[in-house]
């Protein structure tokens, strides 16, 4: 009987204490999404932070997949499409706006295999400056346009390290709360 309450008090705990967000099995899935499809649209949209410094002119490139090992690497990502910048904002020398501006949200494209759960996602920022984005979040273009989200929210809120893969990966590892640096062989 011991034995048996130790054991449910353990189950209880654990249950408790991992937040309910992070189980794949709570990801938004999208209706429209079908898995006879080979490739899907996607945008991601990434917020960067208001903090001192917080924007680059570096290279990011971002890497997201899902629990069942679908991945899609964007190196670097380009053209960005400017959703907010605060009251005032210009735009800094006379070439086009290369995103991850100070308290801007810029949104990118990419395109790869279906998913229905996004669940693990890194940037990697190339060059001198430092970068700390807000948040980040995946979100897929279904039939006739309309953006779903098939993501989490990645709260960032740091400065991203350089030259390092540096994000969440909630699909295998439920004890990586706070972003970290991964290492993917060849990248």
Known sequence: MKRTSFVLLVISILTTTIPSHVATENLPISANLQESQKNCSYSIEIETTCAASADTKGHVSVRFSDSSGNLIIVK????????????GFRKHGTGSYGGFGRCSVDMFEASGPCMQG????YFKKVGSDDWRPGWVKVLHKVGDGHLVPVSYVFYFRIFVPGNVWYGFDYCHSKERFMPHVASFGSD
């Open 118 to 121: 996004v669940c693990s996602l």
């Open 76 to 87: 670097p990502l380009k053209n960005p499409k400017l959703l907010y910048a605060p009251k």
